[in-house]
């Protein structure tokens, strides 16, 4: 994939992981609402655990897309560093 492409999957996986925090603070709160008027939370715990579990997913894989923009950006320095100028110098 070009370092476009990844990079625009880079910016979709940062908005992924927002609304994953922004759902879990929203979980929190409904959690907390049920212990208060007392009701049981064991459903909305379970929920919870595996809404956290699916965020860690979406940073693993974040990480993934990042090595991959890393190593396309590298491997575009290297070839910049080796191409010759115009002039017929190294760069």
Do not use: C, Y
Not at 30 to 38: C, M, P, S, T
Request: avoid cysteine.
């Amino acid at each position: 994939m070009s370092l476009q492409g990844e990079i625009e999957r880079l910016h979709q996986a940062d908005a992924d992981i927002l609304m994953a925090n922004q759902r879990i603070q929203r979980q929190k709160d409904l959690i907390q609402e049920l212990k208060r008027d007392g009701h049981d939370t064991s459903l909305a715990l379970e929920l919870l655990m595996t809404m956290q579990g699916t965020r860690q997913a979406l940073i693993d894989h974040r990480k993934v897309i990042l090595e991959h923009v890393e190593r396309i950006s590298g491997s575009r320095s290297r070839e910049e560093q080796a191409m010759p100028r115009p002039d017929g110098h190294d760069i």
